[in-house]
C-alpha cells in the first residue's frame, strides 16, 4: 500500500524536525531514508506508524509493522511465544498460526531455538526474531529503523539476504532508515536523501535493477554512491 505524507510539522520544543515536509513511498517497493544522525529519519518512521504527534497528513500505509533500532523483544516470553503475541487478534486459527511461525522461524533459522528466551540468543539472532516478528505479523508496511546498525559485516550480510528473500514472498512496502549507503544500494528501489533544519528532501535515487541481484561495486552503483557522498558532504 502506497505511503503520502503532507505538509508534515513536527517540533520537539523549539526544535522544528520537520515543516511543510512532503513524500510519497511506492505500494510494493523499498523506500531508503538516508540522512545523517539527529536529520529526522527516526521521527519520520514514528510519525508513519502513528506513535508519535504531527501536524499534516499520513495518507495510506495500512497495518504497519516495525523493526526498531533495539529489538525491543518481551524478555519474559520464549521465541515461539514472542511471535505468538504478535499474531493475537491477526490470526485466529491456531493451527494456523502455529503453520505460520514455523515457517518463519526456519526462514530465519531460528526452529531450533523456539523454547529460548531472548537473554539466551545471540545479538544477531535477537535481530532475526525482531525480522520474524515484524515479517509474521499481516501488515501492508514494513517500517525498518537501522536493524542491521549493529551488527559486524559478515552477520550484516546474511541477515540482509534473510530479509530480502522474505520480502519477495509478499513485497510489502517497506520504508526502511539508515546512514550506510551500501546498505540502502542493496535494498532499496528509491533513494531519499533528507538534510537541512528543518529536514526536506535533498535529493532522490532510482534503482534500476533488481533487488537480491545486485553487485554494488559495478560502476552503475559506484557513481551513484559517488553523487549521494557529494549530496551528504555539502
Request: aromatic share 10%; charged share 25%; proline share 2%.
Amino acid at each position: 500500500m502506497s505511503i503520502a505524507l503532507k505538509n508534515i510539522t513536527k517540533n520537539y520544543g523549539d526544535i522544528k524536525v520537520f515543516d511543510n515536509f512532503n513524500a510519497e513511498f511506492e505500494s510494493g517497493k523499498i523506500t531508503c531514508i538516508l540522512g545523517e544522525s539527529g536529520s529526522g529519519k527516526t521521527t519520520l518512521l514514528n510519525i508513519i506508524s502513528g506513535i508519535c504527534s504531527y501536524c499534516g497528513q499520513v495518507q495510506g500505509g495500512g497495518k504497519v509493522s516495525y523493526i526498531f533500532q533495539n529489538e525491543r523483544l518481551l524478555s519474559n516470553l520464549t521465541v515461539q511465544q514472542n511471535l505468538e503475541y504478535v499474531l493475537k487478534g491477526a490470526e485466529k486459527d491456531n493451527s494456523a498460526m502455529q503453520e505460520k511461525i514455523t515457517y518463519i522461524l526456519k526462514a530465519v533459522e531460528l526452529y531450533g531455538k523456539k523454547d529460548a528466551y531472548p537473554k539466551q540468543l545471540s545479538g544477531g539472532m535477537k535481530q532475526r526474531l525482531s525480522m520474524a516478528r515484524a515479517f509474521v505479523y499481516p501488515s501492508d508496511t514494513l517500517l525498518m529503523d537501522e536493524p542491521f546498525k549493529s551488527l559486524d559485516f559478515s552477520l550484516k550480510s546474511r541477515i540482509i539476504e534473510k530479509f530480502i528473500s522474505l520480502w519477495e514472498k509478499d513485497r510489502r512496502s517497506v520504508v526502511f532508515v539508515t546512514h550506510d549507503i551500501d546498505e540502502a544500494l542493496i535494498i532499496a528501489d528509491t533513494i531519499y536523501i533528507i538534510k537541512g533544519a528543518p529536514a526536506q528532501i535533498a535529493n532522490e535515487f532510482k534503482i534500476n535493477s533488481p533487488i537480491g541481484k545486485r553487485d554494488i561495486t559495478e560502476n552503475y552503483f559506484t557513481e551513484i554512491r559517488n553523487n549521494i557522498y557529494k549530496i551528504m558532504s555539502k
